[in-house]
């Protein structure tokens, strides 16, 4: 524990008595002869444990006691008074003074005093700990609640979105099966289509449950930036056909390449334009649904752009985007996609902004830094900005 005291009196030869008294009990005795010079030393030293008396010229030692208790509420103050200022004793302990002893000053007594307020002080620092290790636990306690309740909203939507996709696989094995029975080609490459768009997104909801599952450090690599835009497109372009949905991609002739964890930065991308697709096969209206994918630099700063003139969000859909397990596909998503692109994108170093008007369609901005640190921690994902 600490041992160190400030003793305050006017009177030298009374301060040097205590002093000596004060060292043989093992302590670390600092001096003052006025209320001001005391202070100025507390604010220094910040010793446990002050002893002064309470008559001294200037600033007496109730004010130094009110004084020592604003600048430190923890730190004690035993307070010297004379036998005929018993009033400004019992002021004292109303000022929470811890207590107080009589001149002349017996050493005993004035031990027991200081083993008292000695003892007071680690109890309370054992409460303190206590109530520290209790907060702890609560929180730890309140966390794994969460993190059960979020396991068990994850497996739900996950059976859900599971069994959509297991029963589309089977249907279209029965087509491949078929086609092959007929020889019909016809068959065989519609059965194949749907296995392999089956099996695409068995594997993403598998890499989703995966990057919410167990933390990763991000696997950089230098990417040549057009190259890492071909590929994201090539994956969906044949889904985007399918649903007849214009598809542009956009970009300059030459950006260079950047150091990014290609396959994060890729399932971020991949999630943002299901996003995009599903935006656009909602809306029913009679314009040609169409999604434009663009890559451009700004100073340090890969910028992607994907737009698209589907349904649109309101701004209450917009707060709860990227929050885990929200969805607008009822039960045909985990609601981890949009969540985990931003959590990716935030590990990078980077952001998403979002600008939607309902009925107009959306607008993602994905920025990420050219170059990255050889390790960037994974934090915690925070809602994005919104486009202004």
Request: proline fraction near 3%.
């Amino acid at each position: 524990m600490e041992n160190k005291i400030l003793l305050v009196d006017d009177e030298k030869d009374v301060r040097d008595v205590l002093n000596l008294s004060l060292a043989d009990m093992g302590y670390d005795v600092f001096e003052a002869e006025n209320g001001d010079e005391a202070l100025h030393i507390f604010k220094q030293v910040n010793p446990s444990m002050v002893l002064t008396d309470i008559k001294m010229p200037g600033m007496d030692g109730i004010e130094l006691l009110r004084k020592i208790k604003h600048e430190n509420p923890e730190a004690e103050v035993i307070m010297i008074t004379g036998h005929g200022d018993m009033d400004l004793a019992i002021m004292s302990l109303k000022y929470a003074a811890a207590d107080f002893i009589t001149k002349p000053i017996n050493v005993d007594v004035l031990e027991v005093a200081l083993r008292n307020v000695s003892e007071k002080i680690i109890m309370k620092q054992k409460l303190r700990e206590y109530t520290e290790n209790l907060e702890r636990l609560v929180r730890e306690k309140t966390e794994m609640q969460s993190h059960l309740s979020s396991l068990g909203l994850m497996i739900g939507s996950i059976s859900h979105g599971l069994k959509g996709l297991l029963t589309g696989l089977d249907g279209g094995i029965y087509l491949l099966n078929s086609g092959f029975k007929k020889d019909n080609q016809d068959q065989i490459k519609e059965g194949w289509d749907i296995v392999r768009r089956r099996a695409s997104e068995i594997r993403k909801m598998v890499m989703d449950i995966l990057f919410y599952a167990k933390e990763r450090d991000l696997k950089l690599e230098r990417i040549d930036i057009l190259n890492f835009v071909e590929e994201v497109a090539k994956e969906l372009e044949p889904k985007m056909k399918s649903q007849k949905i214009e598809f542009i991609k956009d970009s300059t002739s030459d950006l260079g390449d950047f150091n990014v964890d290609a396959v994060y930065v890729h399932s971020a991308l991949i999630n943002i334009m299901e996003n995009a697709i599903e935006a656009c096969t909602k809306n029913k209206t009679k314009k040609l649904p169409k999604i434009v994918f663009g890559v451009r630099e700004h100073k340090d700063k890969i910028i992607f752009e994907i737009s698209d003139n589907g349904i649109g969000m309101d701004s209450e859909t917009q707060e709860k985007l990227f929050t885990p397990f929200f969805s607008t596909k009822e039960r045909k998503g985990t609601g981890l996609g949009l969540f985990i692109s931003n959590a990716i994108i935030e590990q990078h170093g980077g952001e998403i902004r979002v600008k939607s008007t309902p009925g107009q369609g959306s607008l993602f901005r994905i920025e990420i830094p050219r170059l990255q640190p050889d390790s960037t921690p994974r934090p915690k994902a925070n809602s994005p900005l919104k486009l202004k």
